[in-house]
């Protein structure tokens, strides 16, 4: 067994749609699911993904709904909102890529 993470970064977007004429805001009525395609995409298209790299995934609700869209890139922990790609491409870029927090977009 080794001390190694089995990827170098894994990004947890949260997915929650939540239903209901009171429904607080949620992340999936927030376009939540185009952010991670493109996420997805892009990190392949970079060549960045699979095992020791970068994992893109969908997450259940994170509870951070108020201030999202949400994602969360571990193993750092840090939790970051986003309007567009180029949010998106800012985190990937910046942080993903070049290891510093994107402390605009940073919660």
């Known amino acids: 067994m080794t001390d190694q993470p089995f990827y170098q970064h894994h990004v947890f977007f949260c997915m929650n749609e939540r239903e209901g004429k009171d429904a607080r ?19 392949k298209e970079l060549g960045l993904s699979g095992e020791g790299k970068v994992r893109i995934n ?3 609700c994170l509870d951070r709904c108020e201030e999202g869209p949400v994602l969360v ?4 922990g840090v939790w970051y909102t986003y309007v567009d790609n180029e949010d998106i491409d800012d985190i990937i870029d910046t942080h993903l890529v070049g290891g510093k927090v994107v402390d605009r977009l940073k919660i």
């Open 25 to 43: 805001q949620s992340c999936g009525k927030c376009g939540s699911e185009k952010a991670q395609k493109h996420a997805k995409k892009r990190i």
């Open 58 to 60: 969908q997450a259940g």
């Open 73 to 76: 890139v571990y193993p750092e």
